[in-house]
């Protein structure tokens, strides 16, 4: 199928690219890698009468910075950028771990991790990484900037926290604290697939060696992606993953689809949960010298 008719701006600045939103208020969409956009268009699932493509826009929207506090994103990263050998994104393991689930490698070569915040996919990967990071998104508009924390940036399936006229410029992911460790892992049908369940994990420890929290986000349970704090089913003196498994499932309401039953999302909510907590609490002990 082909998309319904649209006008077209490539503005070559930020300020023009916010210009063009503005004037066209809620009837415009932003065009950043296209992956998702695109087959909407052509599905006639969206008809947005007016697209900014931001492609051109280069300079610092194209950046990942990186400093002590966080891993900083501009809108114009692709996926493959956080994979490549020696990226600054490696200063937030979790964010490579996740990154590498999203679909294949050529829509990581042409996708951007803004536009899949965004996107708010509730199966996507980088929206529970946001959200276990306590990370923001920040959106420009001709009015001024805005951060919006990820925990009120996902607001529903598909829908993000922004306003007409708002460009998404950058997204901004807290660098874990010492002696903590993560991981990502997830489930589907086919490599490359939407996840049927996924889940980001961190766990962080005392100065004893004991676990002092542990947190997850998981996706495709729910709307919107859905924080869980396993603290209180693991800081015991013996660490049981499976009740911190059990906990996370008392905590999620998974939907029946065409993909999976709820039952089985919750069943795999409690397995991820087990083989994520065990893999980040090795990566902590690992990172804390007390492996
Ligand atoms: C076959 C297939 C499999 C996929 N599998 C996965 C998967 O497993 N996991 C996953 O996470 N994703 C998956 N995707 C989606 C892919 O990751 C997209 O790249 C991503 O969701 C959107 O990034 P984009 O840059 O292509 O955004 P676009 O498609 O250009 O835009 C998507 C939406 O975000 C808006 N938008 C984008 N950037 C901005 C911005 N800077 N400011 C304001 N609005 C903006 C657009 O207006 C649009 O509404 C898949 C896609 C395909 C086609």
Known sequence: MKPPSFGYHRPLTVADALAALAESGSDAKVLAGGQSLIPLLNMRLAAPKVLVDINRLGGELDRIEVDDQAVRIGALVRHARLLRPGSPAAALPLLAEATRNVAHPTIRNRGTAVGSLVHADPAAELPAVLLLSGGSVELASVHGTRAVPADQFFVGPLQAA?????????????????????????????????????????????????????????????????????????????????????????????????????????????????RAGQVALARAREASGDA
Not at 220 to 248: F, H, K, N, Q
């Open 162 to 274: 922004l306003a007409p006229g708002e460009l998404a410029v950058a997204a901004t992911f807290p660098r874990p604290p010492a002696r903590s460790g993560s991981a990502f892992l997830e489930v589907s049908r086919r490599a490359g697939d939407y996840a049927l369940v996924g889940v980001a994990l961190q766990v962080r420890l005392d100065g004893d060696g004991r676990v002092a929290s542990a947190r997850a986000a998981y996706l495709s349970v729910g709307p919107t992606p859905v924080l869980v704090d396993l603290t209180d089913a693991v800081t015991g003196s013996t660490v049981d993953w499976e009740d911190a498994g059990r906990l996370a499932q008392s905590q999620v309401e998974p939907d029946d689809d065409i993909h999976a039953s709820a039952a089985y999302r919750r069943h795999l909510v409690g397995v991820l949960t087990r």
